[in-house]
C-alpha cells in the first residue's frame, strides 16, 4: 500500500532532551512537510524539502532541524531550543511544490509531550 | 501576510440536512484550494480540491469557489454523524521561489443524529 508512515505514535521528551520523529513515504513525491498543530489552531508549517539533499524554513523552523538524504525520507528533530514542543507533529508528502496542483497527503502524526 | 480565516465553531446541523462550511483568504493571487477533514485526534484528510470559479461535486460534496469574492465553501448534503469532524480550508498560491499553502484553523461539524 502507498501512504506515509510516521513513528512513533507517541513520544515522550524530558526537559533538556533532543527527539526525533520519523517520516517516510512511498508515494514517489518529491516534496515532504513537516507541520505543528496545537489545539485549535491550523497547521503550522514548521520544515519543507522539495527535493534530496534540500530543505526550506517554514513559519516556526526554530528549535527544529531535518535532513533529506533519502527521497522517501524527512525525519525532523526537535531539539532542547525548542521551548515549548508538546504539540502534535505532522508530516504530508506531495508530487512537488513547484506547482499550484499542490495536494499534499498526511501521515498519521506524531504526539509529543514534553514531561 | 496570506491569512485563511474559517469560523471555529461549532457548527451543529441534524442528520440528512446539508451542512454549509466557508473560508476566506486575504491574497488575491492564491491559485488552489482544498478541504481537508480531520477526526479528533487523527490527521487531515484530503476531501477536495478546486482550482476555479464555480463548482466542483463529489458525491455529497460540493466545493464552491468564488475568486472575486475571496471565499470558498464547502456544501455537504445529507449529513451523517459520521461527518462530524473539523474541516480545514487550505489555499495555495505563489510566493517568490514557489507555492506556499496557508491552512485555516478549520471549523468543527457536529451532526446529530
Known amino acids: 500500500d502507498g501512504g506515509i508512515t510516521q513513528s512513533p505514535k507517541y513520544l515522550f521528551r524530558k526537559e533538556g532532551q533532543n527527539v526525533t520523529l520519523s517520516c517516510e513515504q512511498n508515494?514517489?513525491?518529491?516534496?515532504m512537510y513537516w507541520y505543528r498543530q496545537d489545539p485549535g489552531q491550523g497547521l503550522r508549517l514548521i520544515y519543507y524539502?522539495?527535493?534530496?539533499?534540500?530543505?526550506q524554513k517554514g513559519d516556526i523552523a526554530e528549535g527544529y532541524s531535518v535532513s533529506r538524504e533519502k527521497k522517501e525520507s524527512f525525519p525532523l528533530t526537535v531539539t532542547s531550543a525548542q521551548k515549548n514542543p508538546t504539540a502534535f507533529y505532522l508530516c504530508?508528502?506531495?508530487?512537488?511544490?513547484?506547482?499550484?496542483?499542490?495536494?499534499?497527503?498526511f501521515g498519521p502524526g506524531t504526539r509529543l509531550t514534553v514531561l | 501576510q496570506k491569512e485563511v480565516e474559517q469560523n471555529s465553531g461549532p457548527l451543529s446541523v441534524p442528520e440528512g440536512a446539508i451542512a454549509s462550511l466557508n473560508c476566506t483568504y486575504s491574497?488575491?493571487?492564491?491559485?488552489?484550494f482544498f478541504w481537508y477533514r480531520q477526526y479528533s485526534g487523527k490527521s487531515p484528510e484530503l476531501i477536495m480540491s478546486?482550482?476555479?470559479?464555480g463548482d466542483k461535486e463529489d458525491g455529497r460534496f460540493t466545493a464552491q469557489l468564488n475568486k472575486a469574492s475571496q471565499y470558498v465553501s464547502l456544501l455537504i448534503r445529507d449529513s451523517q454523524p459520521s461527518d462530524s469532524a473539523t474541516y480545514l480550508c487550505?489555499?495555495?498560491?505563489?510566493?517568490?521561489?514557489?507555492?506556499?499553502?496557508?491552512f485555516g484553523a478549520g471549523t468543527r461539524l457536529f451532526v446529530k443524529a
Open positions: 524539502s522539495q527535493i534530496v539533499n534540500d530543505f
Open positions: 508515494l514517489n513525491h518529491d516534496a
Open positions: 491574497d488575491r493571487v492564491s491559485q488552489s
Open positions: 478546486i482550482y476555479s470559479n
Open positions: 487550505a489555499v495555495t498560491g505563489r510566493e517568490t521561489g514557489g507555492f506556499k499553502t496557508i
Open positions: 504530508a508528502s506531495s508530487i512537488g511544490s513547484g506547482s499550484l496542483y499542490n495536494e499534499q497527503f
